[in-house]
């Protein structure tokens, strides 16, 4: 077999436990990688670099693939989003976070199988025009939604809801208040259906969805939507099958693709061997789907899912009490 050199971030916090856990599932299932491990974030400024150091940027551009650890993002202050700075460097304009009910997880909920497909690159999220006047009584921030920017991820959306055999796409918006930004994409969003009269399409404004994902998530199927109530509504639907910590992310674009746990750094557990790191895991078989090694991401994902069912040797905030080494071992002893 070939090598496939993928560039690794291993992020801060728990980010470097939880990628050494994911890598060593990645070469028990011999799926021919080579990692090539740069840095980002409060790591490269440690080591007098720039934030996102050139040679990361190179190693992603020549590897096209990347997975990466989570890297904490200082809050109301301090450096610009690490993610939100890789996605617009590389274009990474689809989002993809995938939420299925895993038995033996505590969650409300016991059939969830929900995709949400998030703009990725423009909207409120993206932080552009942000300021803030000097007497600190005033602040402002810009949302530019584009006709190119919509359309790709509304056709990645149904294109994603085809080729899985998913029947039903819902268009999330707030088109009733802001008319311009949501308006339009709602309007294209309309037009894109048509081309796919074999998928179900439906609107929802999205207080109404977060209600409805609450009340009867099971009506839900795949979720296109702009780039700030993607990033909330998926943190609510990796709620309905137990937390972040199960939640992957892909972030999808013509020429790279980076793949990620959705959850923060948790820096207060960091160095004590006690992170989950099913949703870093769950990432790489996601990566593994993308580079059509779709028997290698499917052996993972079942090790995964019968470690959590026996329940024997999990996580704390999976009700064990293994620490993330024993579990991964676990995971590594069903392959």
């Known amino acids: 077999m070939s090598k496939r050199t993928i560039t690794v971030i291993p992020g801060d916090g728990i980010g470097p436990s939880i990628t050494e856990s994911t890598i060593r599932v990645l070469d028990a299932l011999d799926s021919g990688f080579e990692y090539e491990f740069v840095d980002a974030g409060i790591p490269a400024l440690e080591k007098g670099k720039d934030l996102i150091p050139d040679e990361?940027?190179?190693?992603?551009?020549?590897?096209?693939i990347a997975l990466k650890g989570p890297i904490t993002t200082p809050v109301g202050e301090g450096f610009t989003s690490i993610n939100v700075s890789l996605r617009k460097k590389f274009d990474l304009y689809a989002n993809v976070r995938p939420v299925k009910s895993i038995p033996g997880t505590l969650s409300r909920y016991e059939d969830v199988d929900i995709v949400t497909i998030r703009e990725n690159t423009?909207?409120?999220?993206?932080?552009?025009?942000?300021?803030?006047?000097?007497?600190?009584?005033?602040?402002?921030?810009v949302s530019v939604v584009t006709k190119l920017g919509s359309e790709r991820v509304l056709r990645f959306a149904y294109e994603l809801a085809v080729r899985e055999g998913r029947e039903h796409v819902t268009v999330v918006h707030k088109a009733?208040?802001?008319?311009?930004?949501?308006?339009?994409?709602?309007?294209?969003?309309?037009?894109?259906a048509h081309e796919y009269p074999q998928?179900?399409?439906?609107?929802?404004?999205?207080?109404?969805?977060?209600?409805?994902?609450?009340?009867?998530?099971?009506?839900?199927?795949?979720?296109v939507t702009t780039n700030l109530f993607g990033d909330i509504l998926s943190d609510l639907c990796a709620g309905l099958i137990g937390g972040l910590g199960l939640a992957p992310g892909a972030n999808i674009g013509t020429d790279a693709a980076i793949f990620e746990a959705v959850h923060g750094s948790a820096p207060d557990i960091a160095g004590?061997?006690?992170?989950?790191?099913?949703?870093l895991?769950?990432?790489?078989?996601?990566?593994?789907?993308?580079?059509?090694?779709?028997?290698?991401?499917?052996?993972?994902?079942?090790?995964?899912?019968?470690?959590i069912d026996h329940g024997h040797i999990t996580t704390g905030d999976l009700g064990g009490k293994a620490s993330t080494t024993e579990f991964t071992d676990a995971i590594l002893s069903r392959l």
């Open 281 to 307: 895991m769950l990432a790489g078989a996601m990566m593994l789907d993308h580079l059509k090694m779709q028997d290698k991401a499917k052996r993972m994902r079942e090790a995964i899912i019968d470690t």
């Open 122 to 141: 423009e909207g409120m999220y993206s932080g552009l025009g942000q300021k803030v006047e000097e007497c600190g009584t005033r602040a402002e921030a």
């Open 272 to 279: 004590k061997n006690i992170a989950n790191p099913t949703a």
């Open 176 to 192: 009733n208040i802001m008319k311009s930004t949501s308006g339009l994409f709602l309007r294209l969003a309309r037009e894109m």
């Open 56 to 64: 990361t940027l190179a190693s992603i551009e020549k590897n096209q």
């Open 199 to 223: 998928i179900d399409s439906a609107e929802m404004i999205v207080d109404n969805a977060s209600m409805q994902l609450v009340m009867n998530p099971g009506q839900f199927d795949v979720i």
